[in-house]
């Protein structure tokens, strides 16, 4: 079994910084992908930004020049810095990873999401 657990959200005012981080646990053989993506109320979820196990980095053009995606192999752990937040951030924040298990399988694991709310 693989675990992906998020911490970092919270309140935070327009144009202020929050760093969020996820941490997957477990069964670990290989992390193929991990991104972040977050869904706003009425919303669907989309993709904000994602990294390959290769290090290359897809952001979404609106977040684009503010957020910053790192990952730190050793700990197994994915972090978003989000600079510059505005109103349009406020979501519910989910971390994705493709996963191959010790025991051979491979799937997507989803974390619970941390919320994020950018208000004044």
């Known amino acids: 079994q693989v675990q992906l657990v998020e911490s970092g959200g919270g309140l935070v005012q327009p144009g202020g910084s929050l760093r969020l981080s996820c941490a997957a646990s477990?069964?670990?053989?290989?992390?193929?992908?991990m991104g972040w993506y977050r869904q706003a109320p009425g919303k669907q979820r989309e993709l904000v930004v994602d990294?390959?196990?290769?290090?290359?980095?897809n952001y979404a053009d609106s977040v684009k020049g503010r957020f910053t995606i790192s990952r730190d192999n050793a700990k197994n752990t994915l972090y978003l810095q989000m600079n510059s937040l505005n109103p349009e951030d406020t979501a519910i924040y989910y971390c994705?990873?493709?996963?191959?298990?010790?025991?051979?399988?491979?799937?997507?694991?989803w974390g619970q999401g941390t919320q994020v709310t950018v208000s004044s």
């Open positions: 990294m390959t196990s290769s290090g290359n980095t």
């Open positions: 477990g069964s670990i053989s290989r992390i193929y992908y």
């Open positions: 994705k990873a493709v996963v191959t298990t010790m025991l051979g399988a491979t799937g997507d694991y």
